[in-house]
C-alpha cells in the first residue's frame, strides 16, 4: 500500500489528520496505542488535566447525534487544556440556509486549531479536511458507514491492555456489519495490527458481498463463529438506519444473533465481550452479559478519552512541529 | 572518552541523603528514563519502604509546540499519595532545569507535597530557569562538541563522549 499523497500524515509521517485507519501504517497506529498508554496515567492524577495543549481551540462539529463520542471528544480536549467549542450544526447554521464550507470559514476565522467532525455522509471529514486552512487538522468522528476510526483504535487499546499481543488474537465482529463504520474501521485496524483471524458473524441481508476482499471470514451462525475466539465485538442494531427489510424482527435477531451466556459458551474461556454502544438489552446482547464479569463495555469507554487525548494531541503536534520547521 | 565510577558517586548520594532525611520515610520518584535508572539505585541504597514512584513529563515540556509529542511508552506511575509527602526527586543529568520545572509542575497535579528535594547523578551547569539541586553526585563542565552519556539501567555507566557531526 502506498502511503504517498495521504493527507492523514505529514511528509515524515507523522499523523496530520485522522480521517480513517486504511491508509495508516502499523508503526503509526502502535505510536497512537503506546501514546494513550501515557495518558492513561493522568486519569490517577488529583488534577486529573496535562497542559500540553493549552491555548488550542479545538471545534466539536457534530451534524449528527451523539452523547457519548461528543462527550469522551470533549473530556479528551478539556483534559488536554485546549479549549473546546461544541457545534450541533442540524439544529444550528445551516438549518438556516448557510453552506457547509461558510460554516467552516466561519470558524477558521475564529482561530480553531482543530475540527472533530461527525457527520452522516461518508467522506465528510475528508472533505473538510481537504478544504480546511493548512493550521487546522481534522479528526473523523464517524461519518456514514465509512469509518469511526477513534472508536476503532479505543477498541484496539482496550484488546491491547487485556492481551498485549495482537499475533495470536482471533476476533469475532457481531451483527450489522453493513451500515457499520465501526466494523469497517474494526476491521481495518486488526489487519494492520497483525490479528491472526478476523470474523464477521450476522445475517446476509447485513453483510456487504465484498466484505471478503477486507480479509475476513464470513459466518452466519454464532455457535460456528464464535468457536474459538478470544474477542466477541457485539455490534449495535442500528434501528435509525433499518428502513429496508433487513431483518424479521428484533426478537427474531435475539433469538439467532443475540449474545447469551449460552452462547458465549462457544468462545474461548478467557474470552472478552465488547461492545461500542450505546446497548440494546435483549436484542444484540442479553443483560447479563453486558453486565457480566467477562464484557470490557465500560473499559471502553474509560479507554476512549485517553486514546482520544492521544490522537488529538499527536495531530496537533505534528503541524506544531511542521510549523517551526524542527523535525 | 572519560568514564566515571557511578558506584561510588551512588554510594555517597545515597548517604547525604539518608542524613537529609533521618526518621522519615520520604517517596522517591525518577524522572523517566536516566532518572528512573539512578532513582532505582538510590532507592535500593537507601532501603525506602515505599515503592519507587516514575515520571513521564513529556505532557508538561514546554517545547511541544516546537516539536510536538515525544513517542515513549512509559506512563507516569505515582505509588501512593504526594500529599504531604517528603519527595526526592531523582534525574540523570540537570542542565536546563527546564525539564524539573516540568517534573514539578506534574507532581502538583497529583496533590500539594511536604516537601520535594532535587538529586542529580550529574550538575552540567547551564541553568536556564533558578532551581538547584540539593543533592550531587558529580558537577562538570563540558567542552564544546562534548555529551554525557549514561547508559543502563545494569550496569548504570556515565561517560563523556565526543558528540558526532560537529
Known amino acids: 500500500m502506498s502511503y504517498r499523497n495521504n493527507i492523514q500524515l505529514t511528509k515524515d509521517k507523522k499523523l496530520r489528520h485522522f480521517l480513517s485507519i486504511e491508509g495508516l501504517p502499523r508503526a503509526v497506529l502502535n505510536e497512537i496505542l503506546d501514546t494513550a498508554e501515557n495518558f492513561s496515567s493522568v486519569a490517577d492524577q488529583a488534577v486529573k488535566k496535562v497542559p500540553i495543549l493549552r491555548g488550542k481551540t479545538i471545534v466539536n462539529l457534530f451534524f449528527e447525534n451523539s452523547t457519548r463520542t461528543r462527550t469522551t471528544f470533549e473530556l479528551a480536549a478539556k483534559r488536554l487544556s485546549a479549549d473546546v467549542l461544541n457545534l450541533n450544526i442540524s439544529v444550528s447554521a445551516t438549518s438556516k440556509g448557510e453552506s457547509l464550507l461558510d460554516t467552516l470559514s466561519n470558524l477558521e476565522a475564529m482561530q480553531s486549531d482543530m475540527f472533530v467532525v461527525r457527520h452522516a455522509k461518508s467522506g ?6 481537504q478544504n480546511a486552512p493548512p493550521h487546522i487538522s481534522v479528526i473523523n468522528a464517524g461519518d456514514g458507514n465509512h469509518a ?13 491492555r487485556h492481551f498485549e499481543d495482537f499475533y495470536p488474537l482471533k476476533v469475532a465482529i457481531v451483527g450489522d456489519i453493513l451500515h457499520s463504520r465501526v466494523a469497517r474501521s474494526q476491521i481495518h485496524a486488526l489487519t494492520t495490527l ?4 478476523v470474523r464477521v458473524i450476522a445475517p446476509k441481508t447485513l453483510i456487504p458481498t465484498d466484505i471478503h476482499t477486507l480479509g475476513v471470514h ?6 460456528s463463529g464464535l468457536n474459538d475466539v478470544d474477542v466477541v465485538i457485539i455490534l449495535r442494531l442500528q434501528k435509525e438506519r433499518m428502513d429496508g427489510a433487513f431483518l424479521p424482527s428484533e426478537k427474531e435477531y435475539f433469538h439467532t444473533y443475540g449474545l ?6 462457544y468462545a474461548k474461556p478467557e474470552a472478552i465481550v465488547m461492545h461500542p454502544g450505546p446497548i440494546n438489552r435483549g436484542v444484540e446482547i442479553e443483560s447479563s452479559v453486558a453486565d457480566g464479569p467477562r464484557s470490557v463495555i465500560l473499559k471502553q469507554v474509560t479507554n476512549g478519552i485517553a486514546v482520544r487525548m492521544a490522537i488529538m494531541s499527536m495531530a496537533m503536534g505534528s503541524y506544531s512541529a511542521a510549523r517551526e520547521g524542527a523535525t | 572518552m572519560t568514564t566515571y565510577d557511578v558506584g561510588a558517586m551512588l554510594d555517597d548520594m545515597a548517604q547525604q541523603l539518608k542524613q537529609l532525611y533521618v526518621g522519615q520515610d520520604p517517596l522517591m520518584i525518577g ?4 532518572g528512573v535508572w539512578v532513582a ?9 519502604s515505599q515503592p519507587l514512584s516514575s515520571l513521564n513529563i513529556s505532557f508538561y515540556r514546554d517545547d511541544f509546540t516546537r516539536i510536538g509529542m515525544h513517542p515513549q511508552v512509559n506512563p507516569s506511575v505515582i505509588s501512593g499519595s504526594v500529599e504531604d509527602q517528603p519527595i526526592i526527586l531523582v534525574d540523570d ?9 516540568a517534573a514539578l509542575n506534574e507532581i502538583f497535579d497529583y496533590g500539594r507535597p511536604g516537601s520535594i528535594r532535587l538529586a542529580v547523578l550529574v550538575d552540567r551547569g547551564g541553568r536556564e530557569l533558578p532551581i538547584q539541586a540539593d543533592v550531587i553526585g558529580k558537577k562538570m563542565t563540558l567542552d564544546v562538541g562534548e555529551q554525557i552519556k549514561l547508559s543502563g539501567p545494569t550496569p548504570l555507566e556515565l561517560s563523556i563522549i565526543q558528540s558526532e557531526g560537529i
Open chain 1, 148 to 160: 469511526h476510526p477513534t472508536q476503532a483504535m479505543l477498541d484496539m487499546f482496550t484488546i491491547r
Open chain 1, 218 to 223: 464470513v459466518y452466519h451462525d454464532l455457535p
Open chain 1, 194 to 197: 497483525g490479528a491472526n483471524e
Open chain 1, 124 to 129: 465528510a471529514a475528508q472533505f473538510i479536511a
Open chain 1, 260 to 265: 447469551t451466556e449460552e452462547k458465549l459458551a
Open chain 2, 31 to 34: 524522572i523517566h528514563t536516566g
Open chain 2, 40 to 48: 532505582e539505585q538510590l532507592h535500593a541504597a537507601m532501603g525506602l
Open chain 2, 93 to 101: 543529568v540537570l542542565y536546563t532545569g527546564r525539564t524539573i520545572r
